[in-house]
């Protein structure tokens, strides 16, 4: 489906009504929270909303499944969330916590009997076919590795049955990463920077999920600060920071948070019409 151009050339992306249900698997940064051998307040807390295992997300529009990344914590995830179904995986980059969690994809392949697509960049794909080339390979009685179909994209969106994706082209330090929006929601993690022509692909968002890693600047993240002055600039109705380190305790950043713009945890579960 090709969106209408503005005269100013402006990809006018103001998403058809459609029902989104994200459910964030994970919030944490690259190490969990509680991190190992760490005393500090979030990494002590018996709070669940300070239990942070790596970034990951589902949402759920038009009768699919969509898994955002497979890190090391996914089958964890998915028995929690009770996610026995995935219709593709949408990835944002190739970075550890992001990817290698990709064996796990091997439960979905076997319950379902069917390989499964993957959606990234090229980046993104040159690291798995590098790194897991035997996830490119045809299925054997057994299933017994992840059966992968890769599938290239950079800014157009694509069709998966009648549900548009976008892909939102950001910058993560040096590498070119996608976010992803479906209807009114996007999800932005391990970002740096928002190229001016994706800014124009995050207009009218009912949710943003944005990276919000630490308050000290970060060459790759963006920090509480910038986080806030992003979320601002962008103005959904609702933004939820994700991908945070054990630095940030739940109930302190809540605190300290302006109106419209939450604190994600594990389990989080939001529906945007
Ligand atoms: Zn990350
Ligand atoms: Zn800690
Ligand atoms: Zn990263």
Not at 77 to 93: G, M, N
Not at 157 to 185: A, E, M, S, Y
Not at 197 to 209: P, T
Request: charged share 20%; proline share 8%.
């Amino acid at each position: 489906m090709s969106a209408p151009v503005s005269p100013l050339s402006i990809p006018s992306v103001t998403a058809p009504a459609i029902r989104v249900e994200t459910i964030l698997l994970g919030v944490g940064s690259s190490g969990g929270s509680p991190a190992l051998g760490c005393n500090c307040p979030t990494c002590v807390s018996t709070d669940p909303k300070n239990s942070r295992t790596r970034a990951s997300a589902v949402m759920r529009a038009g009768g699919k499944t969509f898994l955002i990344d497979t890190g090391p914590d996914l089958r964890g995830q998915a028995l929690r969330e009770h996610i026995l179904h995935v219709d593709a995986v949408l990835y944002t980059h190739p970075h550890a916590d992001h990817l290698n969690g990709i064996d796990d994809l091997r439960a979905f392949c076997w319950l379902q009997k069917a390989a499964l697509p993957v959606y990234g960049n090229r980046l993104m794909l040159s690291h798995i076919r590098e790194r897991f080339p035997y996830t490119l390979m045809k299925p054997n009685e057994f299933w017994d590795k992840p059966v992968l179909t890769i599938h290239e994209v950079e800014a157009e969106p694509f069709q998966v049955g009648d549900v548009t994706i976008r892909p939102i082209p950001l910058i993560h330090g040096k590498w070119p990463i996608l976010g992803w929006r479906i209807g009114n929601t996007a999800y932005l993690t391990d970002v740096s920077e928002i190229p001016a022509e994706s800014r124009a692909l995050l207009q009218d968002l009912e949710v943003l999920f944005l990276d919000c890693l630490r308050t000290k600047p970060h060459p790759t993240h963006l920090s509480v600060e910038q986080s806030l002055q992003v979320a601002a600039q962008i103005g959904a109705k609702r933004t939820v920071l994700i991908h945070m380190t054990h630095e940030l305790e739940y109930h302190a950043l809540t605190a300290s948070l302006p109106v419209g713009i939450e604190v994600g945890y594990d389990g989080l579960s939001i529906i945007t019409e």
